[in-house]
């Protein structure tokens, strides 16, 4: 009897605890965020957040998406493809957001990217690299605003030819990311420089992602006498490569270096001046490239609300919600399908620059934005001097070559 | 009445009662809890097959998740290849995992406790190293994404398993088959070797069972479960991806089992659910989750001695008694 | 010839820094019986507590000899609150309990120096570079490489000659025993435990100028120590050295031999040693 009453009473809680779990205000327009929040990789995701909180009350205070204020959730993907599938469900089906935005990992968005159909939402991708989710995988549904892995690695290959570097070989992190990184970079230099030689995949190096003593791949880099490399390593990865590396005598000059994402301000501001003068360093984006009013303001009030400059991804989530807001706006409506066909083509103006997302296969054609490291007393990090600037058109392979089928 | 028929009688309607629930749960619940629901039922009934490694034959594996992700890769493979059958897409990941854990479980079961956890780790973490890094099959550390995933058909009724509530029915018809075996094993002759195996298994061999033949049963039976598992999985998430093999995978039945109580035959699938409820609990209030799953797991594992669903049922079955 | 040296010095350095947090490890195993997930959440707060240390004090030294002592008292808490009430437990509870406190820590290090990475600088006297060939070589690894096994020395030395270290050993070989002739076990374990924690953090706080300083970054380490207990012999303090140096250089000759099979030597050679000696290279029988 008693078992029964006790069974009763939690079936009764369960329910009134989902019956308010339930409840919800139709009024805002609710987006969804999943980044890494936790783990040694939660920087990334708070990054995320700063953009997307800085985003938000922006809007909000100038009076919301066609007069609806905005409401932000945020998820933890935790960085593993099946628990950021189940944030992501959760946005839609329980907090019933408008429009999906963020993931970190590319490994993670080429493994969801089959469910977001499912989830009939559209998802703006503002940090994964991987080309196949605007590639092989692409689905109406998916959207990236920032620059993938094949148009940041087309820039270093156009950097590259205009090096006397002749032999080439590389450093990234032993997944896709990195061996990704390689063979676009391999393709795309040799269209531009067919004398280009590139050293064959067991004598360049892929240390695995957990690595923090990178000594041996450095010594085994250096043996290889190469005249340039292309470093794809990033985070924790690539601080602890360039200390370890500084002290072996990697960055002493003796060949070209390229670092696809040397330029991100987590690596910069850990580094200080750790960080090598005169390496050629890259980025989603840098906060001094665009010198347009806009940037402007968006590096002022971001380092006036969080004391730091933006990082990339800060400048991805901002980004995304801009660009919601302006394919909302121009629908006319939240709909989701609405903001869908508006953001395909949509063209607008973000920190960044004037980005135009393409309708074929839904990837921003944007600048990007490479320099070499250089001390300037202004700053507290390792700044770019001189930049060089990439039209977006230049550098994104045509969407042929994408690979993607609507 | 003997004391075994009672318990036998009650538990036959503890069963029906769990399973009419369970069945009733896409008329009830929300979309999202039945997502949740799903994936308790899948993780329990994975942590339900490690159980039989640990809680009957007392093995403690840590490399549970190779077999689960052998499993799921199968099932991929088979879909993206465009085989159709479900029956066939599961017997294929049971058969993968069956086979993967034969050979491994046939090197393993000579060892013994922490040797035993250490060696299936070091041999789930090879087959992690595989999956991540053959790529021309796997995908390397993408793993496969399932664009389409087969439907049910049954005698010209046709249902997409995209829709929430049929995947979780057809989940839970499949696993209620894999529990009703696990059952009928666990309650048959050779679950009583299991257990004299945990118990003693000097005395055992001393007349004269195969103690190792015993455990590679068991080894066998508890990875092909595992590929059941692994397989679902692999539908309900569309993707087989290395991170279903790495050793943090495999902590989670353990935790689940530990947590809801290796003793009872539904402890594992219980800690499955109090885990995953209370992370999305946690998860609702803080973004810090860890430290607050951290701060209640402790008293947990002081508290519960026998896990929380063994403490509880201890306690109701000492009241009774007196 | 130059490869050679290059990847024996790096398997080295490498190896000492694992020999350390090993050791520990081993140590409280051997006595406590306890695997302990978290010890790898000690190695981080070790390497945390040093940089902020340095922060207040501007000195290495300091900060390497404070940050650990501090882990060690956390150390003694963690076993007097926690540990201690389930030693008599099936070693899974050891490890969900262990595995808790590192969900604990490693979120707490988060919120309290924030989720970004961290840099420590090596002290003045270490932070150059030596020629090496026809390149340099970092002074920093060669300290870690001479560190290692001065350390070593220092511990075995403590095992062998002092009264204490006998007790730990002899409490490592045969907990009943120890206890019947007289140790006083509860006292022993919590010291023993501490000095666990304070060899993790002294690894972390050596580790630190070395690797940059993230949250969970004690998750990556914690199973190739697991790999050196095991293979070394669990409990053995010969054996954590050995299992260390092996893995070490496994790695460095690895990277330059193996290619991507590289990811899987570590596993291979636990289980190749689990098949053929199951009780470890100094294990004993069992």
Known sequence: MRRQAALLTLILCLAVFFTVSQAHAEKPVKLGFVYIMSGPFAAYGQFAKKGAELAVDEINKAGGIMGRPVKAYFEDSTGKPDAALRALRKLVYQEQVDCLIGLDSSGVAKSVAPSIPQLKTPLIITHAATPDVTGSVCNKYIFRISLNLAQNVKTAALLAAQTKAKTWTTVGPDYAFGHQSWEYFEKYLKEINPEAKFLPKDQVAFPPFKTTDFSSYITKVMQSKPDGVLISLWGGNLIDF??????????????EVLVTLGAATEVLSALKDKMPEGLWVGSRYWFLANQSPLNKAFVKNYHDRYNEYPS?????????????????????SCGKDAVISALEGLTIELPVGKITIRAEDHQAVTDACWGKTAADPAYPIRVLKPMKIFKGKDITPAVADTGCKM | ??????????????????????????????????????EIIIMGFFAMSFNLLFGFTGLLSFGQAGFFGVGAYCTALLIQNGIESLTLILSAGILGALLAALIIGFLCVKRDEIYFSMITLGFGMMLYTIAHNWIGVTGGSDGLPLCTIPAIKLMGWEVSLYDPRWMYLFSLSVISLGVLLLWRLTRSPFGLILTAVRENKERLAFVGANVRWVRLTSFTIAGGLAGLAGGLFALFNCMATPDFMHWSFSSRPVLMTVMGGSGIFFGPAFGAAIFFILEQLITNVTENWMIFLGAFLIPIVIFFPRGILGTIVELVKRRRES | METFAANLLNGLSWGMLLFLISVGLTTVFGVLGVLNFAHGSFFMLGAYLCMQIMHIVPSFWVGIIVGPLLVGGLGVVIEKMLLRKIYDRDISFQLLLTFAILLFLDDSVRLIWGPGYHVV???????????????????????????????????????????????????AVDREMAEGVGIRVPLLFTAVFAFGSWLAALGGALAAPHQSLAPAMGERIIIESFIVVVIGGMGSFPGAFAGALLLGLLDSFGTAFAGRAQMALP??????????????FFGRET
């Not at chain 1, 360039?242 to 060949?255: A, E, K, L």
């Not at chain 2, 003997?2 to 629930?21: C, D, E, Q």
């Not at chain 3, 596993?267 to 470890?280: D, E, S, T």
Request: aromatic content about 18%.
């Open chain 1, 242 to 255: 360039v200390r370890q590396g500084s002290d072996m005598g990697f960055f002493n000059g003796d060949f």
């Open chain 3, 267 to 280: 596993f291979i050679l636990l289980a190749v040693v689990l098949l053929f000696r199951p009780q470890g």
């Open chain 3, 121 to 171: 600088e090596a002290p003045a006297i270490l932070a150059g570079t030596i020629p090496f060939f026809d390149h340099t070589y970092p002074i920093y690894r060669l300290f870690l490489v001479v560190i290692g096994p001065l350390i070593g020395l220092a511990l075995w030395s403590f095992f062998h000659f002092t009264r204490w270290g006998k007790v730990v050993r002899a409490a």
């Open chain 1, 312 to 332: 990339y991804n800060a400048h991805g989530s901002y980004g995304a919600i801009m660009a919601y807001k302006a394919a909302a706006e121009k629908a006319k």
């Open chain 2, 1 to 38: 009445m003997t004391n075994s028929a009672k318990i036998l009688r009650n538990n036959g309607f503890l069963f029906f009662l769990l399973f009419a629930i369970l069945a009733a749960a896409p008329f009830i619940l929300p979309i999202y809890w039945l997502i949740i629901l799903t």
